[in-house]
């Protein structure tokens, strides 16, 4: 046998997908996070192409911005201004794509292409192996094994880890805390006695809060979401697939100013409103605070703005209100099979960006009145299942307090029927209609 066909052959590669996934990021650089999880330098058969990938990806870790311009200045100062085609070549490359829609599909070619070419070193390696007379046959197949499974192991997240490798790595955390005297080993939520139920709402972790429509949902993850952002400047993703991000922004200034939200729906602010409003703006103003309102939001853009947010903006939480919004692509499957991939769909999305995914959900109706359970949660049990903690609100409706100070208050129960790792227990908050948030009612655990 010989290998002489195959030394001839040029090995797979596709010049134009290159060009044309470079141009898009050059074109848009936003479109850079969409592929950011596929594609790497090595992808690129052209040195020249690599080089310029390398130098964008050098910008986009410095969080600078990337153009014509700051890409050429990177590879002028590395010295590789002239193997990546110099200036002019880097600047036609823009003119190869009229837009930056499809470069998911232009980046996946390049990384399929270089697959092929790992494949075909790999399978030429074990073809010379196979032909040498020196070792055992049983030695070169678990050597050809090896050689497969470490090809295949870039396009996997994740893999099987030795307990001794996860236990230095325990171990190392366990130390970084005590260091640290963090109070709670999670993102706090603002409310002492959640808090230490739950030690702050832990990486990884797909929670749901469920509640009859009007209890406060949406309230209780935007005091959440304030607390985290505006008060700890913890960066946060908000996806409201109900209302629009005015409204979304009308209640937090309304919460933070501690101005009733129909006063400043109607504008019958008084002179010394404004003071309190000017503060509270100022406050959201500076809150690493994203919010995304798309109507009919698909779970596939909910994935990749989610993606996007993590990697170039570093939130560490994301809330999603709610779930049942969420619009499935498989639009002909029953609804409950479709809320039961979306559940599915956000659990594996905390697993894979390490931060905790809070979801919004309703109850069905025959909990009116009642104290709410895990059977409670419409439309799918799955939720119940994928989720590592599900939190129910629960009020009895009129249950509220004339108190002036608190402007029609409602003590509420804050159920914490599951979490996969610590204990359950019912948390009291009360509901401030005036102003439309939650505050603690006490650190004590029912």
């Given at each position: 046998m010989s290998?002489?066909?195959?030394?001839?052959?040029?090995?797979?590669?596709?010049?134009?997908?290159e060009v044309a996934t470079l141009g898009a990021i050059l074109l848009d650089p936003e479109s850079l996070g969409r592929v950011l999880t596929l594609?790497?330098?090595?992808?690129?058969?052209?040195?020249?192409?690599?080089?310029i990938y390398d130098a964008i990806m050098v910008l986009w870790e410095k969080n600078e911005a990337i153009d014509l311009i700051t890409v050429t200045e990177t590879l002028k100062s590395a010295g590789d201004l002239e193997i990546a085609g110099g200036a002019a070549y880097i600047s036609s490359l823009t003119s190869s794509v009229p837009t930056s829609a499809n470069v998911e599909y232009y980046a996946k070619i390049v990384h399929e292409t270089n697959v092929r070419r790992r494949l075909l070193q790999v399978a030429q390696q074990i073809v010379a192996d196979a032909f040498?007379?020196?070792?055992?046959?049983?030695?070169?197949?678990?050597?050809?094994?090896?050689?497969?499974?470490?090809?295949?192991?870039?396009?996997?997240?994740?893999?099987?880890?030795q307990a001794k490798d996860i236990v230095k790595q325990t171990v190392e955390a366990i130390e970084r805390l005590y260091r640290t005297k963090e109070e709670y080993t999670g993102i706090p939520s603002g409310?002492?006695?959640?808090?230490?139920?739950?030690?702050?709402?832990?990486?990884?972790?797909?929670?749901?809060?469920?509640?009859?429509?009007?209890?406060?949902?949406?309230a209780l993850a935007l005091t959440m979401a304030a607390n985290m952002s505006i008060h700890r400047k913890i960066p946060v993703g908000f996806f409201t697939l109900e209302m629009s991000d005015m409204a979304i922004m009308q209640r937090l200034i309304a919460s933070e100013a501690r101005i009733g939200s129909q006063t400043i729906r109607t504008g019958m602010l008084?002179?010394?409103?404004?003071?309190?409003?000017?503060d509270a703006a100022g406050l959201i103003y500076d809150a690493p605070l994203w919010i995304s309102d798309t109507p009919g939001m698909r779970l596939l853009d909910l994935r990749a703005q989610a993606r996007r947010m993590r990697s170039q903006l570093g939130v560490r939480i994301i809330f999603v209100d709610y779930i049942s919004l969420i619009n499935n692509e498989h639009a002909d499957l029953p609804r409950h099979e479709q809320i039961a991939e979306i559940s599915r769909s956000l659990k594996a999305l905390a697993r894979e960006l390490t931060i905790p995914i809070v979801a919004l959900s309703q109850l069905t109706r025959d909990v009116e009145g009642k104290r709410p359970n895990l059977a409670s949660i419409?439309?799918?049990?799955?939720?119940?299942?994928?989720?590592?903690?599900?939190?129910?609100?629960h009020r009895n409706r009129g249950e509220t307090s004339q108190d002036p100070d608190h402007g029609n208050s409602g003590e509420t129960d804050l159920i914490v029927a599951k979490q996969r790792n610590g204990p359950v227990g019912t948390v009291p908050i009360t509901f401030v209609h005036k102003y439309t948030r939650f505050e603690s009612r006490g650190d004590d655990i029912i």
């Open positions: 290998d002489e066909p195959l030394r001839d052959r040029v090995p797979p590669h596709n010049t134009e997908a594609l790497r330098a090595d992808d690129f058969y052209r040195v020249s192409h690599a080089r040498s007379e020196t070792g055992e046959s049983r030695e070169m197949v678990e050597e050809a094994e090896r050689k497969i499974f470490d090809l295949s192991e870039g396009d996997q997240t994740g893999g099987y880890k409310f002492p006695a959640l808090d230490k139920l739950l030690s702050g709402f832990q990486d990884s972790e797909f929670i749901v809060i469920g509640a009859r429509p009007s209890v406060g949902k949406t008084r002179p010394a409103d404004f003071k309190n409003l000017t419409r439309e799918s049990g799955s939720i119940e299942q994928d989720a590592d903690v599900v939190m129910f609100l």
